[in-house]
Nanobody, 124 residues
């Protein structure tokens, strides 16, 4: 069992930056690939990016590539999402998930555990 808690969301102006954190309980955090997804009102949960268990391999949605960076610190049981050059269309609730397999997935149903989400609002 893994419990995930996101933090770091808030209100930021377009062009600004935020760093989200997702801290896990349990001693098996380092065995999971981790993913970030986001969900805007009335829309499905969309893939943002994923990182493998060691942090050596990342993958991003085209919409955030070059602006967002995922990293992890297994000693702290934490995965991060650094978001730069934010746009109003990045406004959503952001969720982290612990997934299956070695590399992570862009499909939400392949994640077994989710955090409660943190709101990110980007004003124009």
């Amino acid at each position: 069992q893994v419990q995930l808690v996101e933090s770091g969301g808030g209100l930021v102006q377009a062009g600004g930056s935020l760093r989200l954190s997702c801290t896990a309980s349990g001693r098996t955090f380092s065995s999971y690939p981790m993913g970030w997804f986001r969900q805007a009102p009335g829309k499905e949960r969309d893939f943002v990016g994923t990182i493998n268990w060691s942090g050596g391999r990342t993958r991003y949605a085209d919409s955030v590539k070059g602006r967002f960076t995922i990293s992890r610190d297994n000693a702290k049981n934490t995965v991060y999402l650094q978001m730069d050059s934010l746009k109003p269309e990045d406004t959503a609730v952001y969720y982290c998930g612990a997934g299956r397999g070695p590399y992570g997935s862009d499909r939400a149903y392949e994640y077994d555990y989710w955090g409660q989400g943190t709101q990110v609002t980007v004003s124009s």
